[in-house]
């Protein structure tokens, strides 16, 4: 492991469970390591995804985000703020592998919704 790497690691625990984007990643790795290079943040991130250590999430009309837990496990996203936080999802892999009688290597669940904070400041005509 890469000092590089093991750098981007440590920041991704430190953070999480926040989803952090490439360039938010970038932008505290060079805080900490000024010589750092964005390429070499983006390529270890798509290493770290490959090798299972990371998730990535696709955010559509947003930057791409990275998810420290590479557990299976689904996502709420707030459509109001963009807010993105882990919802765990307990036996999901188990009830599809028995449904459709095969293995599940995987999954993305994203549900959308409004967090309470948005909610609350939407006006009651809406």
Same mark, same amino acid.
Request: aromatic share 4%; hydrophobic share 35%.
């Given at each position: 492991?890469?000092?590089?790497?093991?750098? &981007?690691? +440590? &920041?991704?625990? $430190?953070?999480?469970?926040?989803?952090? #984007?490439?360039? /938010?990643?970038?932008?505290?790795? *060079?805080?900490?390591?000024?010589? &750092?290079? *964005?390429? #070499?943040?983006?390529?270890?991130?798509?290493?770290? $995804?490959? +090798?299972?250590? =990371?998730? %990535?999430? /696709?955010?559509?009309?947003?930057? +791409? *985000?990275?998810?420290?837990?590479?557990?299976? %496990?689904?996502?709420?996203?707030? +459509?109001?703020?963009?807010?993105?936080?882990?919802?765990? =999802? =307990?036996?999901?892999?188990?009830?599809?592998?028995?449904?459709?009688? #095969? $293995?599940?290597?995987?999954?993305?669940?994203?549900?959308?919704?409004?967090?309470?904070?948005?909610?609350?400041?939407?006006?009651?005509?809406?």
């Amino acid at each position: 492991m890469t000092r590089q790497r093991a750098l &981007i690691l +440590d &920041i991704m625990r $430190e953070k999480s469970p926040q989803h952090l #984007t490439a360039d /938010e990643l970038f932008n505290e790795a *060079r805080l900490r390591m000024p010589h &750092i290079a *964005r390429g #070499t943040v983006y390529r270890n991130l798509k290493m770290m $995804e490959l +090798d299972g250590e =990371v998730g %990535h999430l /696709e955010m559509p009309g947003g930057p +791409d *985000r990275y998810d420290y837990n590479p557990s299976p %496990h689904g996502h709420l996203l707030c +459509d109001g703020c963009g807010h993105l936080a882990d919802l765990p =999802v =307990v036996g999901l892999m188990r009830e599809v592998e028995a449904a459709i009688g #095969t $293995e599940v290597r995987g999954y993305t669940l994203t549900i959308h919704y409004l967090c309470p904070k948005c909610r609350a400041a939407k006006p009651a005509d809406e």
